[in-house]
């Protein structure tokens, strides 16, 4: 994973705020999806599941 800082956070940013979350660069065409990280473990949300 690469962590974005300062003016190319912005862009990212701004392109995530207008609602549009495609782009392109080089003639390709991207998609920017959040991924967020789970705060259990797998063993525990079969835990949960299995409640």
Known sequence: ?????GYAAEVIKDIIREESSAFELDGKRYQVIS??????TVKEDIE???G
Do not use: N, W
């Open 1 to 5: 994973m690469k962590r974005l800082e």
């Open 48 to 50: 949960i599941d299995s």
């Open 35 to 40: 991924l967020e990280e789970s705060t259990t």
